[in-house]
T-cell receptor, first 110, second 116 residues
Framework: AQRVTQPEKLLSVFKGAPVELKCNYS??????LFWYVQYSRQRLQLLLRHISRESIKGFTADLNKGETSFHLKKPFAQEEDSAMYYC????????????FGTGTLLAVQP | KAGVTQTPRYLIKTRGQQVTLSCSPISGHRSVSWYQQTPGQGLQFLFE???????NKGNFPGRFSGRQFSNSRSEMNVSTLELGDSALYLCASSLDLRGSWDTEAFFGQGTRLTVV
């Protein structure tokens, strides 16, 4: 079965501390992995995807196929990073259907 | 360019009624997907439309249906509403580039449906 698991509902850190939002997936085949972010009162938006291998707003995520993980990391959290983060996967090249995890609320304390 | 537009933003309906939600994708986007977002279940895929055809469907009862028009605008309909249908319904549009990795889903702000 296709599934995305985000084990933490809430992650609270202090400003300047490192952040790691966990994401594990189960999928038979080659998926595309994404991180979406939803800031307060804003629409859901793409943060980054594994294929582009880029860093956005200081966040990076590496796909580990052996551990079937796609954890989101940032070395120094900022208060403006506080938001809901969703990990998602999609079957490569076949459909635009996204399978989402349940999300992790990141709260960065001053 | 204008983003994905969903109307109405808020709806209150009573059990047993039906409701129609509308989504206007970004100009040039031909794929429209719908999601249901609830606190308990998170974001769940409802269906995807491309060129007026349903291309993919999630695990929702037949009360949930949709369609897409020739201008790519999409509607979803929920009949015989139940209390559990209360949710935020999100629409996302994408360029359809099959086989390409460079396809991003752009989301609307959603329609908040409350069933009483």
């Amino acid at each position: 079965a296709q599934r995305v698991t985000q084990p933490e509902k809430l992650l609270s850190v202090f400003k300047g501390a490192p952040v790691e939002l966990k994401c594990n997936y189960s999928y038979s085949g080659s998926p595309e992995l994404f991180w979406y972010v939803q800031y307060s009162r804003q629409r859901l938006q793409l943060l980054l995807r594994h294929i582009s291998r880029e860093s956005i707003k200081g966040f990076t995520a590496d796909l580990n196929k052996g551990e079937t993980s796609f954890h989101l990391k940032k070395p120094f959290a900022q208060e403006e990073d506080s938001a809901m983060y969703y990990c998602a996967l999609r079957r490569i090249g076949a459909t635009n259907k996204l399978i989402f995890g349940t999300g992790t609320l990141l709260a960065v304390q001053p | 360019k204008a983003g994905v537009t969903q109307t109405p933003r808020y709806l209150i309906k009573t059990r047993g009624q039906q409701v129609t939600l509308s989504c206007s994708p970004i100009s040039g986007h031909r794929s429209v997907s719908w999601y249901q977002q609830t606190p308990g279940q998170g974001l769940q895929f409802l269906f995807e439309y491309f060129s007026e055809t349903q291309r993919n469907k999630g695990n929702f009862p037949g009360r949930f249906s949709g369609r897409q028009f020739s201008n790519s605008r999409s509607e979803m309909n929920v009949s015989t509403l139940e209390l559990g249908d209360s949710a935020l319904y999100l629409c996302a549009s994408s360029l359809d580039l099959r086989g390409s990795w460079d396809t991003e889903a752009f989301f609307g702000q959603g329609t908040r449906l409350t069933v009483v």
